[in-house]
């Protein structure tokens, strides 16, 4: 079965549905091709025990119980599951992982976060999973801010040597106790798999669908503190904190990708500010986080 669809600024044709991404009416060669490979046995003998293995521009790894997904070259992700698999699942790591990796392959830097525009420049906000990412983006969104990325941000590079991010496609992942924070009813949204309580939340016309430079990069981070800290990052920890936050990092070392990593990051720095940010766990600090992010960009409550 062919879908055509557009996401990560990439024409995908797949064989399973990808209800997330712009479905695409015109049958055009594709960047990359989704399909369904049912030799199940022989890839899983290709892992010999493990559940990763990357042999030069191709990257097989396994999630038990859902599939042994194989991406080759940027062009093409494999999925082969020994059993019937709810297709949400595979959604999910197609979306994710396999993209990051196809993103990487086609050496284009994937950032683990969430990206927004301010006045016609991209900002990303990275950290670790559940540092608050998506509710701080859903935050600007409130204020009337568009979104280009939420999980996987693509970053490559304009004629000119701009860095630039690409928008991915239009939705959000939220904890509900952000959504109940934020006035969503969870019941309206449909939940993603193995993780009940955090939701698929479409954005909508608040989409951001213009590739946009990248001018900032804010880290993310908890603190057992009462108050918001934010500080620029500084010489060595700009590589250090780019390095961290690429989705699926411990990839890049297996995959031979050190040289080509600290090659776009020597790029990326020059034309972007970073910043660590740490947020109170104690208490819902989202508006005040925006607040501060704007003040430290110099956009104060200027509204796009």
Not at 50 to 60: A, D, F, P, S, T
Not at 109 to 134: E, M, Q
Not at 234 to 251: A, E, G, P, V, W
């Amino acid at each position: 079965m062919n879908n055509f669809f557009e996401g990560f600024g990439l024409s995908l044709r797949s064989d399973i549905v990808l209800p997330n991404l712009r479905i695409s009416s015109v049958d055009k060669n594709c960047d990359v091709c989704i399909r369904n490979d049912q030799r199940y046995e022989e890839k899983n003998r290709l892992l010999t025990g493990g559940l990763l293995k990357i042999n030069g521009e191709k990257v097989i790894y396994k999630i038990p119980s859902v599939a042994i997904f194989s991406i080759e070259k940027g062009k093409c992700i494999y999925y082969s599951t020994d059993k019937c698999v709810n297709e949400n699942k595979l959604q999910l790591y197609i979306l994710g992982t396999c993209m990051g990796i196809v993103l990487m392959q086609r050496r284009i830097l994937p950032l683990h976060g969430s990206a927004i525009s301010i006045d016609g420049k991209s900002y990303a906000i990275v950290g670790d999973s559940g540092a608050g990412k998506s509710t701080l983006a859903s935050a600007f969104l409130k204020r009337g801010y568009k979104l280009l990325s939420d999980d996987v941000i693509p970053v490559s590079f304009s004629n000119e040597g701009v860095p630039m991010v690409t928008p991915a496609y239009p939705q959000q992942k939220l904890w509900q106790e952000s959504m109940d924070h934020f006035g969503l009813e969870s019941r309206e949204f449909e939940p993603i798999i193995d993780r009940e309580t955090k939701f698929k939340v479409p954005v909508g016309d608040q989409f951001e669908e213009r590739q946009l430079p990248l001018a900032g990069i804010i880290e993310l981070t908890k603190t057992n503190d009462e108050q918001i800290h934010m500080e620029p990052i500084q010489d060595l920890y700009r590589f250090s904190t780019l390095f961290k936050h690429t989705y699926r990092n411990f990839i890049i070392r297996r995959a031979g990708l050190m040289d080509w990593h600290f090659n776009t990051s020597t790029k990326i720095l020059p034309h972007v500010d970073m910043f660590h940010m740490r947020r109170p766990v104690s208490q819902f600090t989202a508006n005040e986080l925006v607040d501060k992010v704007l003040q430290a960009i110099g956009k104060e409550e200027s509204v796009v």
